[in-house]
């Protein structure tokens, strides 16, 4: 016999993923509910027909349809056993399963093999008994992927089937699977692994590897691995193969790690949000541009800043976050000062800046450029007070103005104690401007009267003609005079204006009819070609650039404009 050459030994490598798949219901970590229900319903002979294994990638959806099979046609070392939870791993029908080589226990790939030919294919073979197994297994992986007519091949031999047959599915789209089928099995839906758990998983295996691996990089691969096993199996397996080379450091560290995943520094992405949030733009870019020089993508950097800014803002809330002992001193004591230190509004405001940003980096073209665009927004906007502090800070600059100028003291026209618009006077005597004069004993008269007299009272300014459609909810006729309308004569009972291009050709008949219908007297409404005064919703916006606390906030935020002013009555 010739000797194994080296090229021998590495094409009987086994990688980890494989080589440390569970083999025994006990050894799956973190599906706790589903071990145990397995575990009971094959020790009490409450076998289902069809199983239905859902979750995502790399949880171990396959191994644990593999286990099933192993359970139920295990035989044990001597041949006499049955159906166990705790399959011995030895006899021929678990060394067979193990290996892929049963010809009883059939697995199919629905992701290869979609169509009903397939299926009908596979469903030949159900009414015949197995050949050395006790059941007949049908695992069938992917199931989604299957086509409609497929399905409902399978729908009656999956309700019924022989008692030797079971069938097992396993899928990562469960809501594409067709209800009918779900109802046909029982459905298992295997959960995300705990960090915590697979980073002891890590390090036992890496033990058993002889690797020394660093626990900083074992909590960085755990986390890289989102609650898939498989995966971070395999970033395990990469940062090995990384660190053994011949000579130097053998030692899988923090760093090697990041390097590998493209990860920034966790102390610099610290570093980078605080300048980030203390206006600091020059540091924040440096630090930015280190972090990409060292082979950080600008995804992840991002991805990191709101992952950071998830965290403090969960510690602001909940302080007991910062006793995980996953966490490291350093990060702890830095998480805790900051969270303290910030408040909700500006975290929660860089939580969606960093959100929208995130789509922005993504499909950018130059990546990089576009996480420094935000990083720049977000240095300037942590300067900005929240929305409440600027209201404060202008009502208290607007009543210092009042208080110099001798004006009366009280909240401003535009915004009263409450914070809320008021309304503001459309004319010198709260006519619109028109010359007819709506008194105040007029108003406080018609807010004393039931509503039911109310329209009986006439109405003694075209601001309260506008009032009365609003009142009888002719939304559509109140908008045209208001906005379209240049009052050039008011009286009880007469009303004179002429039109703007855009409004009805029948208004004056229309608000004629109407007020003559609500307040029992004849009105006379007509157009004539006299320029008028200016519209009443023009004369409202002229009014409220003329207030101080408004002029105030058209100062601080230049381009905007005043759209439209509604009262509103305070509580």
Not at 102 to 129: K, N, W
Not at 138 to 161: C, G, Q, R, W
Not at 527 to 545: C, F, P, R, S
Request: glycine fraction near 8%; charge should be negative; proline fraction near 6%.
């Amino acid at each position: 016999m010739e000797p194994k050459t080296e090229a021998d030994g590495a094409a009987e490598y086994q990688v980890l993923a494989r080589k440390y798949r569970p083999t025994t219901f006990a050894a799956l970590i973190g599906q706790d509910a589903l071990v145990r229900t397995l575990t009971n319903a094959i020790t009490s002979g409450r076998l289902a027909h069809g199983y239905m294994l859902t979750g995502v990638r790399g949880v171990g959806k396959t191994t644990t349809a593999r286990l099933i099979a192993r359970g139920l046609n295990c035989v044990g070392a001597d041949g006499k056993g049955g159906p166990t939870p705790e399959p011995c791993g030895v006899c021929p029908n678990c060394t067979a399963i193990a290996q892929d080589r049963h010809q009883d226990v059939l697995e199919m790939d629905a992701a290869s093999r979609t169509g009903i030919d397939d299926i009908r294919e596979l469903l030949d073979g159900v009414r015949y008994r197995p050949v050395s197994a006790r059941y007949k297994i049908y695992i069938i992986d992917e199931v989604h992927m299957l086509s409609d007519k497929a399905f409902n091949a399978l729908l009656k031999t999956l309700e019924e089937p022989p008692e030797h047959v079971k069938f097992i599915f396993a899928t990562t789209e469960i809501r594409k699977v067709p209800v009918t089928v779900l109802s046909r099995c029982q459905r298992f839906d295997l959960r995300r692994i705990d960090s915590a758990k697979l980073q002891a998983l890590f390090g036992d295996i890496a033990k058993q590897e002889k690797a020394d691996v660093e626990d900083a990089a074992l909590a960085l691969i755990a986390r890289a691995a989102d609650g898939s096993a498989r995966d971070g199996l395999s970033i395990l397996d990469q940062a090995i193969s990384q660190s053994s080379g011949t000579g130097g450091d053998r030692r899988v560290t923090e760093l090697a790690v990041r390097d590998m995943l493209g990860l920034a520094d966790r102390a610099l992405v610290f570093d980078l949000f605080s300048a980030v949030m203390s206006g600091d733009v020059k540091v924040a870019l440096d630090l930015l541009a280190d972090q990409y020089a060292a082979g950080a993508s600008p995804l992840v950097i991002i991805q990191d800043l709101l992952e950071l800014v998830h965290w403090l803002t969960r510690l602001k809330v909940a302080p007991d976050g910062a006793d995980d002992p996953a966490l490291a001193e350093t990060e702890r004591t830095r998480g805790v000062d900051m969270a303290e230190k910030l408040s909700m509004p500006a975290l929660t405001r860089a939580w969606q800046m960093l959100l929208k940003g995130l789509s922005e980096t993504r499909m950018a073209p130059m990546p990089m450029q576009a996480a420094e665009m935000i990083v720049v927004r977000m240095a300037y906007a942590a300067d900005l007070p929240s929305p409440a502090d600027a209201i404060k800070s202008l009502q208290s600059g607007s009543a210092t103005r009042q208080k110099a100028s001798g004006a009366m003291p009280g909240p401003p026209s535009g915004l009263p104690s409450s914070g809320r618009t008021a309304p503001l006077p459309t004319g010198e005597n709260g006519s619109g401007g028109n010359g007819s004069g709506a008194s105040t004993a007029q108003a406080m008269a018609v807010d004393t009267v039931p509503p039911e007299q109310t329209d009986k009272l006439a109405p003694t300014s075209f601001t309260e003609v506008i009032a009365l459609f609003e009142r009888h909810r002719e939304a559509k006729l109140a908008t045209y005079l208001k906005r379209s309308v240049h009052l050039v004569r008011f009286s009880v009972g007469l009303i004179e204006f002429n039109p703007e291009r855009g409004a009805p050709s029948d208004l004056a008949g229309q608000v004629g009819k109407f007020l003559t219908e609500w307040t029992g007297q004849r009105w006379v409404v007509s157009v004539v070609n006299t320029a008028g005064e200016a519209t009443l919703h023009d004369q409202e916006l002229t009014q409220a650039k003329s207030d101080p606390l408004v002029k105030s906030i058209l100062d601080a935020f230049p381009g905007a404009t005043i759209e439209a002013v509604r009262p509103v009555e305070d509580d």
